[in-house]
Every structure is written in structure tokens, then in C-alpha cells.
Nanobody, 124 residues
Framework: QVQLVESGGGSVQAGGSLRLSCAAS????????MAWFRQPLEKEREFVAV????????YYADSVKGRFTISRDNDKNTMDLQMDNLKPEDTGIYYC?????????????????WGQGTQVTVSS
């Protein structure tokens, strides 16, 4: 059974930084792409960033490109999201997700394991 546990959320002022982490267990971590999604209040969950199984390819939503950095450590079974120059519109619950395979995907249907989410709040 796959388990994903996020940590690192919190509150920060606009322009600040946060680093999210996701710890995975229950599956051979390096065989699967990993991603971050987020859900703003009263809005649908949306794609943020994805990294392939090897950790050498990644892709970002336009809204976070140049500000967020996704990374993974296949020896520790962890994935991180470094978020810099945060904006109020980055506020939401951030979810860690594991894909059904190792290639880059952005649709929620391509991910079959999800964490519980961690709250990120950016004030202006």
C-alpha cells in the first residue's frame, strides 16, 4: 500500500519562501514520476509541477515557472518543492502525488496515490 506524507506547509508573507516535502513508502520510488498539485479555496485542484522517476526531467505549470523548483531523492524516497517569491494566489492545499508510471504526466487521472495535503497560506 502506497503512503505519501507531506510536510512543510505554513504561512508566509508575499515574496517569502517555503519548502514542501513528501515522504513515500510502499512502492519502488524511482520507478514512478511524482508531482505536486494544489487546490485553492473553493476551486478545483490544479497541477503545479512533475518530476520523472530518474529525477532528470521536470515540468511546471506556467503560473509557478521560475519561482518553484521540484526535486527528488530516490535514495531517501522523498520529493521536495522549493517555493520562492510566493504570491497570495499560491495559497491552497498542496498535495503530493505518485504517478502510475515513470514518465512526465500532468493530468490527475495519471496519478493513483495521493497524500493528505498540507496548507500553504501567502498573505499580501
Amino acid at each position: 500500500q502506497v503512503q505519501l506524507v507531506e510536510s512543510g506547509g505554513g504561512s508566509v508573507q508575499a515574496g517569502g519562501s517555503l519548502r514542501l516535502s513528501c515522504a513515500a513508502s510502499g512502492r519502488t520510488f524511482r520507478d514512478y514520476a511524482m508531482a505536486w498539485f494544489r487546490q485553492p479555496l473553493e476551486k478545483e485542484r490544479e497541477f503545479v509541477a512533475v518530476i520523472n522517476g530518474a529525477g532528470d526531467y521536470w515540468y511546471y505549470a506556467d503560473s509557478v515557472k521560475g519561482r518553484f523548483t521540484i526535486s527528488r531523492d530516490n535514495d531517501k524516497n522523498t520529493m521536495d518543492l522549493q517555493m520562492d517569491n510566493l504570491k497570495p494566489e499560491d495559497t491552497g492545499i498542496y498535495y503530493c502525488a505518485m504517478a502510475k508510471q515513470r514518465l512526465l504526466k500532468t493530468r490527475q487521472a495519471d496519478f493513483d496515490a495521493w497524500g493528505q495535503g498540507t496548507q500553504v497560506t501567502v498573505s499580501s
